[in-house]
């Protein structure tokens, strides 16, 4: 069974950097297609960024020149460097896995961390 552990978030000023850390278990992590969601108070989860089999990334719009997916193997974990924070990056940052391809939907992932929560002051 994959379990995925989230760490990293807190409170930062606007324009300021967090990196947020994954950490899987349970399985292969290679194999997996790992991502990053984030859920703002009464709003839908929305895809950030991802990073695939063949390390491929693949980002938002919003966060696009911002945020920097990476994963290390070897210590089966998976970041998310985020530089130049807005207040709208404000929300419950979730780590996610499938075993397949990128997805940009939450309903692709199968596997979920219990998220981590990321404060951005103005």
């Known amino acids: 069974q994959v379990q995925l552990v989230e760490s990293g978030g807190g409170l930062v000023q606007a324009g300021g950097s967090l990196r947020l850390s994954c950490k899987f278990s349970?399985?292969?992590?290679?194999?997996?297609?790992m991502a990053w969601f984030r859920q703002a108070p009464g709003q839908e989860r929305e895809f950030v960024s991802a990073i695939d089999r063949s390390d491929t990334t693949y980002y938002a719009d919003s966060v696009k020149g911002r945020f920097t997916i990476s994963r290390d193997n070897a210590r089966n974990t998976v970041y998310l460097q985020m530089n130049s924070l807005k207040p709208d990056d404000t929300a419950v940052y979730y780590c996610?896995?499938?075993?397949?391809?990128?997805?940009?939907?939450?309903?692709?992932?199968?596997?979920w961390g219990q998220g981590t929560q990321v404060t951005v002051s103005s």
């Open positions: 349970g399985r292969t992590p290679s194999l997996y297609t």
């Open positions: 996610a896995a499938r075993y397949s391809g990128v997805h940009y939907t939450r309903s692709a992932y199968a596997y």
